[in-house]
Nanobody, 129 residues
Framework: QVQLVESGGGSVQAGGSLRLSCAAS?????????MGWFRQAPGKEREGVAA???????SYADSIKGRFTISQDNAKNTLYLQMNSLKPEDTAMYYC??????????????????????WGQGTQVTVSS
């Protein structure tokens, strides 16, 4: 059974940085799962932030391009999201998601939350001005 556990959230001032981690179990990163980071602010829909396809190629939402970087450590079965130059509008609950490689998807669908079967419990990020 796939389990995803996020960590690394917290409260920072605008312009600061955080690195989120997502520890995965129940499968190996070498299995080339699709992996993604999503966020949801109060009263808003969940939105895709960054994702990696089965070949390891990243995709980013326009709102965070140039500020956030997604990466993975296959040996540690861990997904990361490095967030720099944080803004108050980045405040949200951040979720890690994973989907098996046989549920094929093109780059245009990587950031759709409906494409993912497995979710973590989330980690809160709060950015103050």
């Amino acid at each position: 059974q796939v389990q995803l556990v996020e960590s690394g959230g917290g409260s920072v001032q605008a312009g600061g940085s955080l690195r989120l981690s997502c520890a995965a179990s129940g499968y190996s990163f070498y299995s080339k799962y699709y992996m993604g980071w999503f966020r949801q602010a109060p009263g808003k829909e969940r939105e895709g932030v960054a994702a990696i396809d089965s070949d390891g190629d990243p995709s980013y939402a326009d709102s965070i391009k140039g500020r956030f970087t997604i990466s993975q450590d296959n040996a540690k079965n861990t997904l990361y999201l490095q967030m720099n130059s944080l803004k108050p509008e980045d405040t949200a609950m951040y979720y890690c998601a994973a989907d098996p490689p046989w549920r094929r998807k093109n780059m245009g669908r990587l950031l759709r939350s409906s494409e993912y079967m497995n979710w973590g419990q989330g980690t809160q990020v709060t950015v103050s001005s």
